[in-house]
């Protein structure tokens, strides 16, 4: 059993390093909150051994993003949800805001209901985010050109639905 433990355990390790993927455990009833290496490393920082202080994590949120934040914790300490997922800017070590997905999923309550542990996890979703502004951009611009075009521009779907055109086609 014990090696399998151990086998199971470095699937897991290595699985989240090669996602990237950064892991928390938040004890509430004591205030102890441990993360993953990647957790860290992900950021720029030095993994800590042992607790650390969340405290200091939510100080990293971009200002402009900490109250939205706040809301979605605050929506399962105060019992109106089980979980959250957010997206956010968090400084790097570098100075730099990096967007994270993040994800908290409670996992244990006591006899009075009362919140005991929460678990969740951290990606990077820089990238993404990106290449989602960038196709924002593109879309844009290509809707800017094709509005300026004096010719008549649509563009249906194989059932001969109209999906987009341009204002001279909307004129006629």
Known sequence: MEDALSIGEKRLRVTLEATKIGIWDWD?????????????????????????DRTVWLTRIHPDDREYVRAKINNVLNHEADNYAYEARILHADGNYRWHQVIGHIIEKDNQGEIKRMVGIRKDITDFKQAEEELKVSKSRLRALIDTIPDLVWVKDPQGVYLQCNQRFKQL
Do not use: F, K, Q, R
Not at 28 to 47: C, F, H, K, Q, R
């Open 28 to 52: 509430l009833e004591n205030d102890i909150w441990v993360a993953s290496p990647i957790y860290y490393t992900m950021l720029g920082y030095e993994p800590i051994a042992g607790p650390s």
